[in-house]
């Protein structure tokens, strides 16, 4: 009787864990192509291969901001990467979008688990991930660089922040690091990327900072509509 209860526990725990697990879904069409535990996700691979080598293609990971948290995978689209490979199938890099559920926050290890899960199951080259993030997701990056700083070729959080402390800011000092703000931003104040980018100058990283003068918090538009982004990333691979 007792290993008939134990067998029965064993099987309620792994159904529970069965249900957490959410949809994710691929797009130049919409549909859906595997599950992943804790996040939903939009996974965009291009009709356009000109990147590819070996089979293998480019990805940007994208952490939205918080007013695209929910249960309406069609939200990630709103700003950045998903939203001009939304508007152009031949965009070059596949795109990773995972979502928030409302009032929640990027989980670094989750959201490293879920890289993991595509890297495994598409084709993506493993020496060209990037990873990028507004608000919100600007928080998120910076504590998924220090999280695996060794899978990311480069990151570009914008208008984000850190807790960021000499300790923290030793574990990006290899990746090569592209961060924006606007000067009038008064949801996150540009000292919260400022503090960051100096303590990783304090170190020797390579980071570059981009200020725009007269804007607000959205300095994300400007952003991913500048070409030269998506060329500095493809300019930085990790090194077998």
Known sequence: MRQTTLILFFLLTYYLLCAQVQESHHFSGTETISISADYDYLLFTPSNTELQEGGNLPLIVFLHGAGERGDSIDLVKVHGPPKLAEQ????????????CSSGGWWEANKVDMLIDEVVRNHKVDK??????????????????????PGRFAAVAPICGG?????????????IPTWTFHGAMDSVVPLDGTTRIVRALK???????????????????????????????FLSHRLTD
């Open 88 to 99: 152009d199938k031949d965009f070059p890099f596949m795109v990773l979008s995972p979502q």
């Open 127 to 148: 020496n060209r991930i990037y990873l990028t993030g507004l608000s919100m997701g600007g928080y998120g990056s910076w504590d998924l660089a220090q999280y695996n």
């Open 162 to 174: 850190s807790r960021m402390n000499a300790f923290r800011a030793s574990k990006m000092k290899a």
């Open 202 to 232: 304090d170190i020797g990283a390579d980071v570059q900072y981009t200020i725009y003068p007269m804007a607000g918090h959205d300095s994300w538009t400007e952003t991913y509509a500048n070409p030269e982004l998506y060329s500095w």
